[in-house]
């Protein structure tokens, strides 16, 4: 059995600039696994080592996102071995065009029951592609899962739901969706980064993939922020601690907080 | 890999993919010997700030056609000196278009430079491990009874190796935790404050006076530190500006100021303006400078382990210039040269390794080190960031300020004008002559 790890090389939103005019500016951010992914390859090391499976880990994007940076800090977070689709025809590619790549590329690897990924990419944030990429192949899909564990012949799972935690069990395949905190990614030390060198890469080319494409396109028109709020714009000189401690309970007393 | 007994994991770990280490790592890397470089940065440069002037010459003896090559931002062709007052200002201004060739000094930025000379170490074979932050150093007794270096730990992993390299900056704290470098008095820091500020490239050429690859490298002295010890500076990169100011540390703890609000009175500077107006910041921090000068390098070699670039000391502020990246160079081809011997001789002793010091004393590092060991003396002289400027701008003014009164002889000018300053005749001699055997 293999279990798939799609994740995202992604611009750390860090190095990004907001402009005044809240435009973002990603052109000197340096890219690293998009920071919501790193529980998905956790979550999967775990289940392998409870099951024997494979785990391999998949992304696509542009040129950029082949280096050997990028490489060993997959391959240092518990993959077996990473399948690697890099072509600037996928520069700028919608969350739609990018499920249905991820998807050729699990077809083609075979015998995989289980695809983990995180909630969303730290860059774009839609929280699109795997519910995607399971609709691409036509397998059940889950978000918000906060934990999983191997059963005999499928997997339980818990979801975070709105009333609180829900518990399942599957069989078949599936993708799911991992939340932030299901668990304690760890942080690769020297021996897994030394030993990400030895494992195996292979890079697909586009051509060679059987992805599906839409007949849609998607054209963003407009975008604006959130609105500002009623804020108070109150600031308080806390030069004196005991008077603005004491100013500030008063000016809570005055906006009926406390 | 295993790091049992039996034998090391590399022949030379290298701590610290900044200048130094990288250029060791290559060094080596390209005679054979097995290499990892390690960085905490998740990538190289990411935790080194800005950039500055590189005199780049050195490099050109590892990488001939780094000019080519590397991402170098503008060659260095005028080099501004300003004394500035509160408002007034008086600039020394050296251009020569032949400083340009074959690129004396060029501008870089870190976060791209450090990445390009560690990719440069990776291609010749090195092992790059980014993001790991290097907590201590493994030791065991030596064959001379003396403390050996046998590895680096890192969480819970252990990496062995007959070398360790220490190049971890300034603050190197692997030289300090085996007593190759005591804690360092005030007065042999400097804090330096950084940013780097986005500007049109139209704008950087008309302000600047520059055009093409051609740069400018301004150095400020006087009231933008607020009378404080140091000196500030801006370089023109392509399309950007690294500015900031580096201060004693022992005379910015006695002025009861923040490094932050000099730096903002820097950049706020009404004399600085015409450079900086509409700048948008896009990178900002701060970093200590060693500049303790020769009396600060102390012992470079252990051992099983060598210490390069500034980890070692190796830096110098003559007042106007900060140099550091290309002694950390230097260094790394000293250091490098001595570990090829050492290892190939099998012994990477403190003896064995004697000839990266030997190497080093006979470089241009050791001998400019010696040449500016009066520097830092000299920055101490505190009239250096005030009255001096105040002194020049009243004979200028004088000068140039046509009232309808008959001139004075430019002399008389200048001796009333120092009659008014809190200087006195043999101060300015002193620190002339100070000045001149420092520089
Ligand atoms: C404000 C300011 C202005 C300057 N201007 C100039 C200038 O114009 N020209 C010039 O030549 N010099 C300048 N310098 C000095 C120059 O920056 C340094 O001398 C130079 O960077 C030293 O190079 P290095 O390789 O020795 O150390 P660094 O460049 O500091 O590199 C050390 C590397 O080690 C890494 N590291 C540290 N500890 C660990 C650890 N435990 N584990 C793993 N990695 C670690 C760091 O992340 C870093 O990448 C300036 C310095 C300052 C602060």
């Keep these: ?258 | 890999m295993t790091s049992d007994a039996a034998g090391p994991d590399f022949d030379v770990v290298v701590v610290g993919a900044g200048i130094a280490g990288s250029v060791t790592a290559y060094r080596l890397a390209e005679r054979g010997l097995s290499v990892v470089l390690i960085e905490r940065g998740d990538v190289p440069g990411s935790k080194n700030l800005s950039g500055g002037v590189l005199y780049g010459r050195v490099l050109e003896t590892v990488f001939p056609h780094y000019l080519n090559e590397a991402p170098v931002e503008r060659r260095i062709t005028r080099h501004v000196t300003t004394f500035l007052n509160a408002d007034s200002a008086v600039s020394l201004d050296y251009s020569a278009d032949g400083l340009a060739e074959p690129g004396n000094a060029v501008t870089v930025l870190r976060a791209k430079f450090d990445p390009w000379l560690a990719g440069k170490a990776e291609e010749a074979g090195a092992f790059l491990m980014p993001g790991v932050r290097v907590d201590s150093l493994l030791t065991g007794p030596g064959l001379d009874g003396a403390t050996t270096v046998v590895g680096v730990r890192a969480g819970d992993d252990e990496l062995r190796a007959r070398v360790v390299v220490a190049a971890d900056g300034v603050n190197s704290f692997l030289a300090s935790s085996v007593g190759l470098r005591q804690k360092q008095p005030t007065n042999h820091l400097a804090v330096g404050v950084k940013a780097v500020i986005r500007l049109p490239r139209a704008d950087i050429e008309s302000r600047f006076g520059v055009s093409g690859d051609r740069g400018a490298a301004h150095a400020i002295v006087g009231d933008c530190t607020l009378g404080i010890g140091g000196g500030g500076f801006i370089y023109t990169n392509t399309e950007s500006l690294s500015l900031g100011v580096v201060l004693r540390l022992d005379d910015l703890l006695r002025s009861g100021h923040t490094a932050i609000e000099v730096f903002e009175h820097f950049t706020q500077h009404p004399g600085l303006q015409q450079y900086l107006h509409g700048g948008e910041l896009i990178e900002y921090g701060s970093h200590l400078v060693a500049e303790g000068g020769y009396p600060m390098v102390g012992e470079v070699a252990m051992n099983g382990m060598l210490v390069a670039g500034e980890s070692a000391g190796l830096a110098i502020n003559s007042g106007l210039t900060v140099r550091g990246m290309d002694l950390a160079i230097g260094s790394a081809i000293a250091a490098s040269d001595a570990v090829v011997e050492a290892v190939a001789a099998g012994d990477t002793s403190k003896a064995g390794l004697a000839g990266y010091r030997r190497r080093l004393d006979e470089s241009f590092v050791m001998q400019d080190m010696r040449t500016s060991a009066r520097a830092p003396k000299f920055l101490e002289r505190n009239r250096m960031y005030g009255p001096y400027g105040e002194l020049i701008a009243d004979v200028l003014q004088n000068a140039f300020s046509l009232d309808g009164t008959p001139r004075e002889h430019l002399l008389n000018v200048a001796r009333h004008a120092l009659r008014r300053s809190p200087l006195t005749l043999r101060q300015l001699i002193s620190d002339g002559w100070a000045g001149v055997r420092a520089l």
């Design chain 1, 1 to 258: 059995m293999t279990i798939v790890v799609a994740y995202k090389w992604a611009p750390n939103p860090q190095d990004a600039a907001v402009g005044s005019d809240g435009s973002v500016d990603f052109s000197r951010a340096k890219s690293a696994i998009s920071e919501y992914d790193p529980v998905a390859f956790e979550l999967a090391r775990q289940v392998a080592d409870a099951t024997g499976a494979e785990v391999v880990g998949v992304t696509v994007g542009d040129a950029s996102i082949d280096t050997s940076l990028a490489r060993k800090a997959a391959l240092s977070r518990g993959l077996d071995r990473l399948v690697i689709v890099a072509d600037d025809r996928l520069a700028g590619a919608d969350s739609t065009r990018l499920a249905a790549v991820l998807a050729a590329v699990v077809r083609g690897i075979g015998d995989v029951d289980l695809v983990l990924a995180g909630e969303s990419s730290v860059d774009v944030t839609e929280g699109q592609v795997a519910m995607t990429l399971a609709g691409q192949l036509g397998w059940l899909g889950l978000n918000a899962v906060s934990s999983v564990s191997a059963t005999d012949g499928g997997y339980a799972i818990e979801r975070d739901v709105p009333s609180g935690t829900a518990s399942m069990v599957l069989t078949g395949p599936a993708v799911l969706a991992a939340t932030t905190d299901a668990v304690l990614s760890r942080v690769p030390g020297m021996k897994d980064i030394l030993g990400a060198a030895k494992k195996p890469v292979e890079v697909l080319s586009l051509d060679m993939l059987d992805v599906s494409s839409a007949q849609v396109t998607l054209t963003a028109v407009s975008a604006s922020r959130p609105a500002a709020g009623n804020r108070q714009r109150v600031i308080i000189d806390g030069s004196d601690p005991t008077a603005a401690a004491a100013e500030l309970v008063g000016a809570l007393r005055a906006a009926k907080v406390l």
